[in-house]
């Protein structure tokens, strides 16, 4: 059991999927403007990455590997993104036409966005079982949420300051970035 | 070999099948039905009910408006609704539909108005005052200019009037002089 709590925490904090690992950076970057819509689009990712945790464990431990496939993960993988992302839109049309509204095109591009393949492939690399993919996955997407809803409070605060006309815009936000990058390093070492 | 590739061609065929079975289910079972843009829209319409774009009120125009429509026609929305519409629908603002015509509204002249109070049920956004058998006026503020009281009044009474530009109705266009640094990002 505490095995499981040390995996999600440190994948939240430590092994950050945003500020540690690079991935995921376009929508950190494109969805931040707004505190609203990064909530919304954490939500969506986050549900998306625990179910392709799940979805993406099943096609490779019952189909890939019994028929000697595992040159087909990638393929694969992007088609089981596909399909989630399809659905979780259904699904948010169906139930949040607001918050589907405001997702817009972000929402189709979860399909692309490399936090979630990089999951389906680190699940593999760090041989994760069912029950510590789905953790590890809804994880992820705890640490996307964070940082993101993070990045995005600062954003809007950072909109109403007076900032130095060179840094206005994207420079202001990219330093921030990299700021809180430096921060996140201080939390190696709290999981061994 | 060629067993492998076969292989691997049905297993992600099969693999596909179920996606695309999965996919079809859901569709028809998170069906939405209404269309939620015309709602929208007509929200965004003034609800004058004028008829001066061409359609029966507001609503029909919010259908129309959703099917390809014109976004400028308008004129009591004027430049404001215009600007909402085309940022809904994503497309680009479109200078307003005839405003070249100068702005008018409506004046019922006093002395011949016989108080049959005709024109205020015609008025879809109640800018007329009076009662039955009392003269009847106009709210300047509030009419839109939609000629719809100058056909039911008997006596044709009512002239539509250009709006005289003094310092209470000029329009300044604030939103065009930039007053502060955009900061937005």
Not at chain 1, 17 to 23: E, M, S
Not at chain 1, 68 to 87: E, R
Not at chain 1, 171 to 181: C, H
Not at chain 2, 169 to 182: A, D, G
Request: contains cysteine; negative net charge.
């Amino acid at each position: 059991m505490s095995n499981y709590f040390l995996l999600f925490f440190g994948t939240v904090l430590v092994n950050n999927f945003v500020l540690v690992k690079f991935l995921g950076l376009c929508p950190f970057m494109g969805v931040s403007n707004k505190i609203e819509t990064a909530v919304g689009m954490s939500f969506a990712t986050t549900f998306v990455l625990t179910l392709t945790a799940a979805l993406s464990y099943i096609v490779n431990n019952y189909i890939l590997i019994p028929l000697d496939l595992i040159y087909l993960q990638t393929l694969s993988f992007i088609l089981v993104i596909a399909v989630v992302v399809q659905f979780t839109e259904m699904v948010m049309h169906k139930t949040s036409p607001t918050l589907y509204r405001l997702l817009g095109i972000f929402l189709p591009l979860i399909t692309t966005n490399c936090a979630i393949l990089g999951l389906a492939l680190l699940n593999i690399n760090e041989n994760h079982d069912f029950v510590e993919s789905i953790i590890y996955g809804f994880a992820a997407g705890v640490g996307f949420s964070l940082v993101l809803v993070l990045f995005s409070s600062m954003r809007e605060r950072l909109a109403a300051s007076d900032i130095p006309l060179p840094f206005k815009g994207s420079a202001i936000a990219m330093i921030t970035a990299g700021l809180m990058s430096l921060a996140f390093m201080g939390f190696t070492g709290l999981i061994k | 070999m060629i067993e492998n590739i076969a292989l691997a061609v049905i297993a992600l065929a099969c693999l596909a099948a179920i996606f695309g079975a999965l996919l079809g289910y859901s569709s028809i079972r998170f069906k939405v039905e209404e269309e939620p843009i015309v709602e929208e829209l007509d929200a965004m319409l003034p609800q004058t009910q004028c008829g001066q774009c061409g359609y029966p009120g507001c609503k029909p125009y919010a259908q129309a408006i959703a099917n390809g429509e014109d976004i400028n026609k308008c004129p009591p929305g004027g430049d404001t609704v215009m600007r909402q519409l085309a940022e809904r629908m994503g497309i680009d603002p479109k200078p307003l539909d005839g405003e070249e015509k100068p702005k008018l509204i409506a004046f019922i002249r006093e002395d011949e108005c016989i108080g049959c109070t005709k024109c205020i049920q015609a008025c879809p956004v109640d800018a007329i005052m009076g009662a039955t058998r009392q003269m009847h006026t106009v709210i300047t503020d509030e009419c839109t200019g939609c000629e719809l009281c100058v056909a039911p009044c008997p006596t044709d009474c009512i002239d539509m009037l250009p709006i005289e530009i003094t310092t209470q109705n000029w329009q300044w266009n604030l939103q065009r002089i930039p007053t502060k640094i955009n900061t937005e990002l």
